[in-house]
């Protein structure tokens, strides 16, 4: 019996102008840890919980911020939405969107990285 071919678990893979920096604020304000690289090969691959991200050092190519809505990249499903929120936002993070419940069933708040690439986070709302 064969099985059903499926999605394992996803990365993110970003250009970033300034290796150095963008590790720092992904793992200072975002909280996430070193799973592999130095630097010095011009990656970094980090995460926290499920969410896995590359970051390659292109000096050179269109900063994300100048793709306007294309600059969104991920969209995260999160647990403690009013947590993370206060979290990030303590550790400097640029919100360009404060926490909303949505009409879809889903409380929401969006940031920008100093690469100008912008994540979305989201948590369902509880029926109460």
Not at 44 to 58: A, K, N, P, Y
């Amino acid at each position: 019996m064969r099985t059903m071919p499926r999605f394992a678990e996803s990365r993110y893979v970003l250009a970033v102008r300034n290796l150095r920096s963008s590790t720092r604020y992904y793992m200072e304000v975002l909280g996430c840890r070193r799973d592999f690289g130095d630097e010095s090969d011009g990656w970094s691959f980090l995460s926290r919980d499920g969410f896995h991200v590359m970051l390659g050092e292109c000096p050179d190519d269109q900063d994300a911020g100048d793709l306007g809505n294309h600059s969104w990249f991920a969209y995260l499903t999160v647990e403690g939405i009013d947590d993370l929120y206060a979290e990030l936002q303590a550790r400097g993070a640029t919100i360009i969107a404060p926490v909303v419940s949505e009409p879809w069933g889903m409380r929401e708040f969006g940031i920008r990285t100093p690469d100008g690439h912008r994540i979305r986070f989201g948590e369902p709302v509880r029926p109460g």
